[in-house]
């Protein structure tokens, strides 16, 4: 069963612009996690955010999370044609198994 | 350091065969997981382990599909016979301090066309 739904499933941007994806979830959540892969790739692990956090960075990269609507967002800020990818959320519930369940993802498409 | 290795990096068989995929996590983590991946979807966990022991194997059609890690380092997944649904990238993970407290490593996955 998939816990996270992405939105959209897919974007296509140019270069220098900002791109924003968004991860709606089910149930309360113990951390959620943002990967990115590469077509043909494995997943890459970009940053956790803990459910009593609102808000991290790493670099231009920007991750909120707001528990009373279940919801998420991951901000790149001066986009890249080497951001294309997909973009994957994923939860861990609260109290529950220690299983990691992602959503669909977002394929995003940087245009030089 | 070294990343999660996976072999083979791809495999063609018919229905009906049988196929193994094997995994070498990063030295000194004790959680590993296998996910499934059909295209244009996210990855499903099959089976995680801790250590030699399974935590969760509740979505592993266990009818076909079988894994095991011996002495808590190397894992194999296997398939048999395969079904034509069973094709996808197989990703194997690893994790140092769990979901909970970290992130998850993956190999670049194996991928499976069953025809």
């Known amino acids: 069963s998939q816990q996270g739904e992405e939105d959209p499933q897919a974007l296509s941007i140019q270069e220098g612009e900002n791109a924003t994806m968004n991860c709606s979830y089910k149930?309360?959540?113990?951390?959620l996690q943002w990967y990115r892969q590469n077509s043909g790739r494995g997943l890459v692990h970009l940053i956790l955010i803990r459910s009593n956090e609102r808000e991290k960075h790493s670099g231009r990269l920007r991750v909120t999370l707001d528990t009373s609507k279940k919801s998420s967002s991951l901000l790149i800020t001066a986009s890249r044609a080497a951001d294309t990818a997909s973009y994957f959320c994923a939860t861990v519930t609260q109290g529950g198994s220690e299983k990691l369940v992602f959503g669909k993802g977002t394929k995003l498409t940087v245009n030089p | 350091e070294a990343g999660v290795a996976q072999s083979p990096r791809y495999k063609i068989i018919e229905k009906r065969q049988s196929v193994a995929f094997w995994c070498n996590p990063i030295s000194g983590h004790a959680t590993l997981y296998w996910y499934q991946q059909i295209l244009g979807q996210g990855p499903k966990l099959l089976i995680q382990?801790?250590?030699?022991?399974?935590?969760?194997d509740s979505q592993l059609p266990k009818d076909r599909f079988s894994a095991e890690r011996l002495k808590g380092v190397d894992s194999t997944l296997k398939i048999q016979p395969a079904k034509l649904e069973d094709s996808a990238v197989y990703l194997c993970a690893s994790s140092l301090a769990g979901t909970r407290n970290g992130e998850l490593f993956f190999g670049e996955g194996s991928r499976l066309t069953v025809l």
């Open positions: 149930t309360s959540i113990n951390n």
């Open positions: 382990f801790q250590n030699n022991g399974v935590v969760d």
